[in-house]
């Protein structure tokens, strides 16, 4: 733990901020209350700090990546779509996901046998399991197989092996930028069995149209069938945000599934609606012109 104060944190008449540095134009702050970690590690500078309105989170560089207050509605939408739309999803593979919120997720589910998750940067799973148990549950499942990798080339060595891919992973800079590459999409796609399905969380509607779109094609290109959806999550900028789940063979969700799982945000009528789109981002899935 290093004394020293990274630059997105600042004192402001005896006050602390957290902010994060989203764009030219946009800045988010956050009113802090305390710093329970701070750290550098290989990849990345790591906080958990605890906050006025969110509760405690987890930092890296700078940006907000889930918190005790808003984490379970990325989490349960990411992992609780597509486990309900595959009928037999057995080996599961997560890729980054280092605050374990979406491993934490995808353990109530009995049907499944084996999770592997290759996260870049095991200092990142050790802080959240010791400090952000809300979100990471103090993850302890034997199902879960930890490996500690770059995601990219673990997936590239990979033929026919998974049921279902979750990609977990931050903003497209630093290390996570390569986790929305043509190429890597190309190894998910071989690294799933004849019936996999995947999905990715393909960022803001609002601020990174080009991202969203991109990852839309891409996945459309390789995957029978592909379908984006949205959730609200209060601390990503802008709030909407957007998944996209590609499947080579199914695409009809189970609701039986999804009733009487213990959730805080998902039930049937949200899987219902989550893929009822606001017309700007029909328009941008569908004219490459659009902006
Ligand atoms: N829910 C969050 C969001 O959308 O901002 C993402 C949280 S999760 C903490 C993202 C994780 O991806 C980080 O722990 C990071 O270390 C990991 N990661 C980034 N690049 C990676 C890569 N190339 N391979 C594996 N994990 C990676």
């Known amino acids: 733990m290093e004394n020293k104060l990274p630059t997105y944190l600042t004192e402001r008449d005896g006050e602390l901020w957290l902010t994060e540095d989203e764009r030219e134009n946009l800045k988010i702050s956050y009113r802090i209350k305390n710093v329970i970690y701070s750290g550098q590690s290989k990849f990345q500078h790591i906080m958990i700090l605890d906050s006025y309105d969110f509760g405690r989170m987890l930092v890296l560089d700078g940006v907000v990546q889930t918190t005790s207050i808003d984490g379970h509605i ?10 309900s739309i595959h009928p037999n999803p057995e080996k599961i593979l997560i890729i980054g996901g280092g605050d374990c919120g979406v491993a934490k997720e995808v353990c109530k589910y009995d049907v499944v046998k084996h999770i ?66 043509k190429s890597f999409y190309e190894s998910l796609h071989k690294a799933l069995k004849e019936d996999g399905l995947m999905v990715c969380q393909s960022q803001s509607p609002i601020f ?22 949205t959730a609200v999550i209060p601390t990503y900028p802008g709030g909407l945000w957007s998944f996209t789940l590609g ?45």
Do not use: W
């Not at 459309?220 to 959806?229: A, E, I």
């Open 116 to 181: 592997d998750m290759v996260e870049i940067d095991d200092e990142v799973v050790r802080v959240c399991k010791q400090e952000l148990i809300d979100v990471s549950g103090n993850l302890s499942d034997p199902r879960v197989n930890f490996i500690f990798d770059d995601g990219v080339a673990f997936v590239k060595k990979l033929h026919s092996e998974y049921d279902v891919i979750i990609i977990d992973s931050s903003d497209p800079v630093g290390p996570a930028e390569a986790l929305f590459e």
């Open 208 to 229: 990174h149209r080009d991202i969203m779109r991109t990852s839309y094609k891409r996945i459309q290109q390789l995957f029978s069938y592909v379908n984006l959806y």
């Open 247 to 291: 499947s080579k063979k199914y695409q009809e969700i189970d609701f039986r599934r999804i009733m009487g799982r213990e959730t805080k945000y998902i039930n049937v009528e949200m899987v219902q609606r989550c893929f009822s789109l606001p017309q700007f981002i029909y328009t941008l899935l569908s004219d490459e012109n659009a902006q």
């Open 74 to 83: 990325y989490n349960e939408m990411i992992t609780h779509v597509p486990l």
